[in-house]
Each structure stands twice: as structure tokens, then as C-alpha cells.
């Protein structure tokens, strides 16, 4: 039985990937592997994002138009967590709002340029 999937970033600069998920998203350092570090997990409520250092995939120039995700990730109460974000000056590339598909969304664009959907069924 599946109890988690925890995707696996890409970054060029772990300490400020690090910085960004922690000051701005929330999320807690778990570890980091070597000094500088070439690996690291964070965590917020129970769930887990790693981050290797390499090269990204080449960029895609129509990601941002065509909103090509990266991650989907579900919550419990997606107002709470927008506004939160908010607070900490988070960039947005979709803001918060009631989709066709009956959840509450938005989309975050992360330190990295990685676009990270927030939501919450209805």
C-alpha cells in the first residue's frame, strides 16, 4: 500500500531553495546530505518534498502560459493556506478561487520557477 509520494526537485542552489520553502511556504528542514548539501527533504504536515542538486530540464517557454504544473498539492482548507501565503509575500500565478472541477485553488511559483497548485476540495 502506497502511504506517500514525495516528488524530487531539481535546483542549482539547495541553501536558498531551502530558505524559500521554509520562510515562505512553511515547511521544515528534515535534512540536508553534505556540506554544501547535494541533497535535502523538507516536510510540512507529515508530507515530504526532496531536492537534489543538478541541473534542471530545460526550461519549456510555454509553461507559464499553458500553466504546465509541477506538483498538485492537496489541502485541507485552501483560504486559510492562501492567506497565509499571502502574509509572506508569496508569488502567485493563479489566485485563489472556486474551480469548474468543484475544489478551491491557487498557484504558487516557487524559487525555481516551479508552479505548485494548492487545493482543496469542495
Not at 507529515?46 to 534542471?56: G, N, S, Y
Not at 482548507?77 to 485553488?105: I, K, N
Request: net charge negative; proline share 8%; glycine share 4%.
Amino acid at each position: 500500500m502506497i502511504r506517500q509520494i514525495a516528488p524530487q526537485f531539481f535546483t542549482l542552489d539547495i541553501p536558498a531553495t531551502l530558505a524559500y520553502y521554509e520562510a515562505q511556504l512553511g515547511f521544515q528542514i528534515v535534512s540536508t546530505w553534505q556540506d554544501p548539501p547535494i541533497y535535502a527533504i523538507v516536510s510540512r504536515d507529515h508530507h515530504a518534498i526532496h531536492f537534489r542538486c543538478a541541473e534542471p530540464p530545460t526550461p519549456n517557454p510555454d509553461k507559464y502560459p499553458d500553466e504546465l504544473l509541477d506538483a498538485y498539492i492537496n489541502v485541507e482548507d485552501a483560504d486559510s493556506l492562501y492567506a497565509e501565503y499571502s502574509s509572506r509575500g508569496v508569488e502567485f500565478t493563479r489566485e485563489l478561487a472556486t474551480t469548474p472541477w468543484h475544489t478551491r485553488e491557487f498557484v504558487v511559483k516557487d524559487c525555481d520557477g516551479r508552479l505548485l497548485v494548492f487545493g482543496a476540495n469542495l
